[in-house]
């Protein structure tokens, strides 16, 4: 858990450590074009993917040595059937589901951080005199919805990495 929460605290450092600087004279051609800018250029929109790929990614690599001792796969998108306790995908098929899925987080993340952004700009435009305050208040939540994203998709992983390590150990599993 220590380690999550680590992992959690330097992304948040490291999100804070890229707020890009205001410039006074910056000329943005559009409000749609200054919210895809920071989307794109914003790191809290990729820390859920890549935290989500990582976690998934650990968790199906441990889980190869029990597929190949006879074991059965609980996670149904990850079993030929879809259905829990079948047979798993091969080890590819699987590497393809999780990038898929890792693809599919950053939609959602975008899709996020892209309204953040507007909303962003449309209280700024309203309250000028706010502008900083209403900047800090749109990191703070970006912030924390990436970060309770990531917990959340994975952190299971992430556990469960740790117990088929744990688990192989116990098993002597080769």
């Known amino acids: ?69 006879g074991f059965v796969e609980r996670n149904p998108r990850f079993t030929l059937s879809g259905l829990p306790g079948d047979t798993p995908l091969s080890y590819g098929a699987g590497r393809v589901q999780i990038a898929k899925d890792a693809f599919a987080v950053l939609g959602v993340s975008a899709v996020h951080n892209f309204s953040s952004q507007l909303l962003q700009q449309s209280l700024q435009a309203r309250y000028p005199e706010h502008r900083k305050l209403i900047a800090v208040l749109g990191w703070t939540e970006r912030i924390g919805v990436a970060s309770l994203m990531s917990y959340r998709i994975a952190g299971p992983h992430y556990t469960q990495w740790r117990r088929n390590q744990e688990l192989a150990a116990q098993l002597s599993l080769r």
């Not at 605290?9 to 205001?22: E, K």
């Not at 914003?42 to 989500?52: E, G, M, R, S, V």
């Open 1 to 69: 858990m220590t380690r999550q929460l680590r992992s959690l605290a330097a992304c948040v450092v490291l999100s804070l450590l890229f707020v890009p600087p205001a410039r006074a004279q910056e000329s943005i051609p559009s409000t749609f074009g200054h919210a895809l800018k920071f989307t794109v250029l914003d790191p809290t929109t990729y820390a859920a993917p890549a935290l989500y790929y990582d976690a998934t990614l650990r968790d199906w690599n441990t889980s190869q040595l029990f597929f190949r001792n």
